[in-house]
């Protein structure tokens, strides 16, 4: 009974809409989709590019789980006591580098995306454009974000720093050698970051006016009210 309900204020919200006293285009609502996608990105690169931006957040990078047993034998040697915190702290200094570079890169993808069903992303979850947009720009966007990540990652010395120590692990007598990589931890760690404040601001556009801080925001998102 209840999904009939929920299916019926759907179709009634999508009549609204479609015929409404200002009916909208299925390119308008792309275009609103994706001015609000623009201003999620612009906000999570401002707040995490900020001094601290991934590391003093819910955003915050932990260590990867394969670098935990590293980790946990080195506190013991000389000159590695400090080696988790000194780590944490370099990857998310690195992942607040890279965000200020995330700005082009997002838009892009945001530009070349095509909504095939934008009445129904518009129609659905408060999230609906930022999961549409991660599940068909995250692999690229991971591509084309590595060198980022990864020139970041040498500007605090993190690989550097990280390759001392597995080198360090890897001669205690009877461990595995092991070779894990930051790369990809902080990649997309960093990415899942910036997603996730962006469907931060697709929520606050959907669900508060005073977000709407464009005619056609107003236009698109007002339509849901």
């Given at each position: 009974?209840?999904?009939?309900?929920?299916?019926?204020?759907?179709?009634?919200?999508?009549?609204?809409?479609?015929?409404?006293?200002?009916?909208?285009?299925?390119?308008?609502?792309?275009?609103?989709?994706?001015?609000?996608?623009?201003n999620g990105i612009e906000e999570a690169v401002s707040k995490l590019s900020a001094e601290d931006g991934y590391?003093?957040?819910?955003?915050?990078?932990?260590?990867?789980?394969?670098?935990?047993?590293?980790?946990g034998k080195l506190k013991m040697v000389p000159g590695f006591e400090n080696i988790e915190q000194e780590l944490i702290l370099k990857m998310n200094k690195?992942?607040?580098l890279a965000a200020k570079k995330a700005t082009p890169i997002f838009v892009d993808a945001v530009k070349s995306i095509s909504f095939d069903d934008a009445m129904n992303i518009l129609q659905g979850e408060d999230d609906a454009a930022t999961v549409y947009l991660k599940g068909k720009s995250k692999q690229s966007l991971y591509k084309e974000f590595m060198p980022v990540i990864?020139?970041?990652?040498?500007?605090?010395?993190?690989?550097?720093?990280w390759k001392t120590a597995v080198d360090a692990y890897n001669k205690i007598p009877f461990?595995?050698?092991?070779?894990?990589?930051?790369?990809?931890?902080?990649?997309?760690?960093?990415l899942d970051g910036l997603f996730?404040?962006?469907?931060?601001?697709?929520?606050?556009?959907r669900n508060d006016i005073d977000q709407r801080s464009s005619d056609l925001l107003k236009k698109v998102f007002g339509q849901q009210d």
């Amino acid at each position: 009974m209840n999904a009939q309900i929920n299916l019926s204020k759907l179709v009634d919200k999508g009549k609204k809409v479609l015929a409404g006293e200002n009916p909208l285009s299925k390119d308008e609502v792309a275009n609103g989709l994706k001015e609000a996608l623009d201003n999620g990105i612009e906000e999570a690169v401002s707040k995490l590019s900020a001094e601290d931006g991934y590391l003093a957040s819910a955003y915050k990078i932990q260590i990867p789980e394969e670098a935990q047993k590293v980790i946990g034998k080195l506190k013991m040697v000389p000159g590695f006591e400090n080696i988790e915190q000194e780590l944490i702290l370099k990857m998310n200094k690195a992942a607040e580098l890279a965000a200020k570079k995330a700005t082009p890169i997002f838009v892009d993808a945001v530009k070349s995306i095509s909504f095939d069903d934008a009445m129904n992303i518009l129609q659905g979850e408060d999230d609906a454009a930022t999961v549409y947009l991660k599940g068909k720009s995250k692999q690229s966007l991971y591509k084309e974000f590595m060198p980022v990540i990864v020139s970041a990652l040498d500007e605090v010395n993190a690989r550097t720093y990280w390759k001392t120590a597995v080198d360090a692990y890897n001669k205690i007598p009877f461990v595995k050698k092991v070779n894990p990589e930051l790369d990809d931890h902080v990649n997309n760690k960093a990415l899942d970051g910036l997603f996730s404040l962006i469907a931060v601001k697709e929520e606050g556009i959907r669900n508060d006016i005073d977000q709407r801080s464009s005619d056609l925001l107003k236009k698109v998102f007002g339509q849901q009210d």
